[in-house]
């Protein structure tokens, strides 16, 4: 925070303070948020909470109660941080509710308001081994899964049939199913398609984007395939992918801005005429939340270090045809990116 | 928004815009907001998701690349509202992200910020019939589901292992589990207890809230009951807690403001000398969301009126020994109100 020049940190009921203080308090609309300052932590507490998360933390709580509601408390916890709330930089939780951040920024009438990227994001981006170690697992488990669901596929199927034997596959090795994605034929061209009922032909591509969470930590991972004898388009832009992954691969070293990852990916795909068919960033962060820094997209100048986490998932979108996206996730080396899966990322033929 | 001076309303991917719109945009760190004005209604979009949202709605979209980032689109969609962004009132969805609301604040620099409780909160709290149904239905589910639970009690399970119990009735009559807490012996003392390893022994109190969602609508409902022959004190704590229920029954007619019904729960409580032991409020509104308006507080004047639906649930908690809450979820009628669940409130005693 020194570093950063952040007087006063703010977190809500999310993954950075499941991961900065190990608490996990009972979220609802009632304020609850950690109040982190040079000199002092402590909680804006619900007095109906108060004892079952006391069991897992000794940081003082200033409780408020349903009747009184939580201003008074959170004057004294301002107070108790000795930051002076007419002249300071807060970082607040951007994924809190919007409520409880206007409700500390009314509190603080000369507050100066940052996020939390240069202070828990950035933290939280610089795994550890341990780390490493529960990512590493989480993502061979969903290597399996995904390919059970290949595997599994058989013409008049649904999509939501493919997701149920993913689903079944990451519980029967202990795993809890994070998000599954299943696109038949036309429906990969969606890059956020919700699984349906769309039954399986001879003759679509198939794409599958999935993963599990495992020792708390998740996986993320996408193939494409084909069921019955691949389109040669489609063949071809699967090899613009390819070579777009292999190109993000390759330029991934520590201290290497985030936007030249991205560079690289887009460039093999502009350059093969797809340039308008890739409709997002190469791809984000991955730590205890499946979305965190540091994104690998054209506007980030961050560069990469040691330890950062990170999917590496163009794509090109084919409105009414096809879509077609490769997804790995790294673990940054000071050598380069070492990739999670061990999976090919050739396009899984079957039927 | 006219009877309420709002002239723009901003709503994120939460249960306000899937209830107004029928619209579940992917909903990740990817600004995606509604903006309503007396003029116009449209979407910021991320461009990724686009064409999947376009097949539920004909919504105007506003659309941003991730490498350009959302602020020419949001520019854009507040010129098309026709709102002047130095002079108005905006509705804020205080269920959304902080960074959506901020960035929202700094593109409307004279803005008068409110949340939704005039609008969209208090049309949301307004239920119909059809709405009547899903959650009478779902009630229902929740009789059985939770009963099944206080009869699975046997010496030596687990909380964790009751919880599976009703989770599986839940499943077998096609609902989803929305949340179990099972609070063995002094665990109901905690009012959001989070379902763990403790194991019945004869003589332990048992508290059991627990809502499935079933047909887009959620169910909520505590009973209170005792492992072997019940303590002489918890039995009378439950009669004091019965009364409370009764009196917030009895008081709960449209027109009544939200804070008399808390009062008439409070006021048997304290009367009986367990007020300080009363730690939260009396209800929550409970619709497509578990816990929304109108919200049963000592804090809250608004009137209550037909189709509100709310939970009434008093609770004593007896630290180290006991926790007794008894809940019901009513649907204003004029005349008063209808409890939803079949089940009698008495102590469930087993074993």
Known sequence: MQEEGVDLTVLGPTNHLRWLAGLDPHGDERPVMLFISQAYAGMLMPVLNAASVRQHTDLPFHTWRDDEGPASALGDLIAATGVDPANLNVALDEGMRADFALRVLDALPGARRTFTHGTVSALRSEKE????????????????A??????????????????????????SEGAETEFISV????????????????????????????GCRYMGYPSDMTRSGWFG???????????????????????????????????????????????????????HGLGIELHEEPYISGASERPLGPGNVYSIEPGVYLADRFG?????????RPEGAEVLSELPRTPVIRG
């Open 129 to 144: 081994e341990t780390e490493y170690r529960a990512l590493k697992a989480c993502a061979l488990i969903n290597d399996r």
């Open 183 to 210: 696109c038949f034929g036309a429906n990969g061209a969606f890059c956020h398609h919700h699984t349906g009922e769309t039954r399986l032909r001879r003759d679509m591509a198939v794409l599958i984007d999935a």
């Open 324 to 332: 077609v996206r490769l997804e790995e996730i790294v673990f940054l």
């Open 229 to 283: 004898a691949p389109d040669p388009d489609y063949l071809k832009v699967v090899s613009v992918v390819e070579g777009a992954v292999a190109a993000a691969l390759a330029a991934s070293k520590p201290g290497v801005p985030a936007r030249d990852i991205d560079r690289a990916a887009r460039g093999v795909i502009t350059e093969a005429g797809y340039g308008p068919n890739f409709l997002h960033r190469t791809g």
């Open 146 to 171: 995904v390919m059970a669901g290949f595997d599994a596929l058989r013409e008049g199927m649904t999509e939501k049939d493919v997701a149920e034997v993913i689903a079944a596959h990451y519980a």
